[in-house]
């Protein structure tokens, strides 16, 4: 499949590189970019986006799978990360996965059927005092009880109609 921006993308990248001396150091704003055009990084993707910055397509493999931010396979509209480091594991973020996982009958890094919600399981989301966190797309919901998951879901379930 052939994979290139739109032309409103493009006018994006061509911004960026220019705020930066050399080409290939846009590498991170470049792959925010391409996964907000793409929906996640593909194979096609990285090998796109390093022929726009004269970057080995391995080097962009390689940063994009140090971040979590950054997505190797197809995400829900709405894409639910779960905190399992200390301070949320000590404050329920197991039970709090757990109920993600029944209530949307999908395991650790799978999408539901209608494309609405993925799960995964994250490390530390570097806001430790309002434990347990979860993060869907680019929000932050803190101090999560069951209850007020529940009604998060149902609201953005509502929405995607
Ligand atoms: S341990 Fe969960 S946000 Fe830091």
Redesign the pocket.
């Known amino acids: 499949m052939k994979v290139e921006f739109s032309e409103a993308a493009k006018k994006e990248f061509d911004e960026i590189v220019k705020r930066y001396p050399q080409k290939r150091a846009a590498l991170l704003t470049v792959l925010h970019l391409a996964q907000r055009e793409f929906g996640w990084l593909s194979r096609d993707v990285m090998e796109y986006v390093g022929q726009l910055l004269d970057i080995p397509v391995g080097e962009v493999y390689d940063t994009a799978s140090f971040y979590t931010m950054f997505y190797k396979k197809p995400v829900g509209k709405y894409h639910i990360q779960v905190?399992h480091?200390?301070?949320?594991a000590l404050r329920g973020a197991r039970n709090i996965y757990e109920h993600l996982e029944q209530k949307l009958g999908i395991k650790d890094g799978e999408v539901t059927p209608d494309g609405k919600f993925s799960l995964i399981k994250v490390e530390?989301?570097?806001?430790?005092g309002t434990?347990p966190?979860v993060q869907i797309n680019d929000d932050y919901y803190e101090g999560l009880t069951i209850e007020k998951l529940d009604d998060i879901l149902n609201h953005l379930d509502k929405n995607s109609e």
């Open positions: 905190c480091t200390l301070s949320c530390c989301l570097g806001s430790c434990a966190v």
